[in-house]
C-alpha cells in the first residue's frame, strides 16, 4: 500500500499538502483496518511503500514538512502502528520505477539504513521486515557498506533488492556476495517487485531467485 505522502505528492499540489495530508491518512487507517477485520491476521501480511520519504530526503523531490529525515520516518512509523498486532507488516523502502527507472538514484544503502534504523526504533509494533532497493549497476563495496550500522539486534527481516533479472545469475550473485561482507542474514528480492512486467517473463525471474538463494558451486575468485 501506498503511504499517504506517496498520495499526495503524486495528485496535490505543494502548497496544499499539509492540509490534505491528515485526510489520506485516515483513510488509509479506515482502509487498513477494513483489510484487517476481513482476512484473519495470521494469514495477512502488508508492506507500506515508502517512496517520497526517502526520495525527498535524498534531494529527489519537494517535501512540504521542514525536517526531511524525522519527517519521513515518523510518518511511515505512523503507517506501521495503523496495522494491528499479528498481521506481519513490512517496509519497503523505494526510489520509484516509472519506465523502470529511479526517480534518483540512491547513493549507496546509507539513506534506508538510516530511515531503516530510525522505523524499527520509533513504530509501536514489530516490524517484520524491511527491503532496500540495490541498483544493477552497484557491484562496489561502498553502496553496502553502509549495512555495518543497520539495527544492532536485529529484530527486522531485511531483504534486498538485488535480483535483476536483466544482468544474470553471476551479477546477482556478486551483489550478493558484496552484501554478505556487511551483513550476515538477508533474503533476496526485486529492486522493485514484479509490477509492470510482462506475464511471460515472471518464470524466469523466479527461477532466477531460486538459482541465486541455493549455495554458489562457483570456485572463489
Known amino acids: 500500500m501506498p503511504t499517504a505522502l506517496a498520495l499526495v505528492s503524486s495528485f496535490v499540489s505543494l502548497a496544499d499538502r499539509a492540509s490534505v495530508e491528515p485526510s489520506v491518512e485516515q483513510a488509509l487507517k479506515n482502509e487498513t483496518d ?23 530526503y535524498d534531494g529527489g523531490c519537494a517535501l512540504h514538512y521542514p525536517d526531511q529525515f524525522q519527517g519521513g520516518a515518523s510518518r511511515i512509523c505512523r503507517h506501521v502502528d495503523f496495522v494491528p498486532e499479528g498481521i506481519e ?5 523505494c526510489y520509484g520505477d516509472p519506465g523502470h527507472k529511479h526517480i534518483i538514484e540512491p547513493k549507496s544503502l546509507r539513506s534506508s539504513v538510516e530511515f531503516a534504523n530510525a522505523i524499527v526504533a520509533g513504530s509501536k509494533r514489530g516490524v ?11 557491484v562496489d563495496a561502498a553502496y553496502y557498506e553502509p549495512l555495518r550500522e543497520l539495527w544492532p539486534r536485529r529484530s527486522a527481516e531485511l531483504y534486498l533488492g538485488l535480483v535483476h533479472q536483466t544482468s544474470g545469475l553471476a551479477a546477482t550473485r556478486r551483489r550478493i556476495d558484496l552484501a554478505e561482507r556487511f551483513a550476515a542474514d538477508f533474503g533476496i528480492a526485486t529492486e522493485c517487485g514484479f509490477g509492470r512486467r510482462s506475464p511471460e517473463t515472471i518464470p524466469v525471474l523466479l527461477d532466477l531467485h531460486r538459482q541465486a538463494a541455493e549455495p554458489s558451486t562457483l570456485s572463489p575468485a
Open 128 to 138: 517484520t521486515w524491511v527491503h532496500m532497493p540495490v541498483p544493477r549497476d552497484r
Open 89 to 93: 507488516v513490512g517496509i519497503h523502502l
Open 34 to 56: 477494513a483489510i484487517a477485520s476481513a482476512i484473519p491476521h495470521r494469514e495477512l501480511a502488508l508492506q507500506w511503500d515508502a517512496v517520497m520519504e526517502i526520495v525527498g
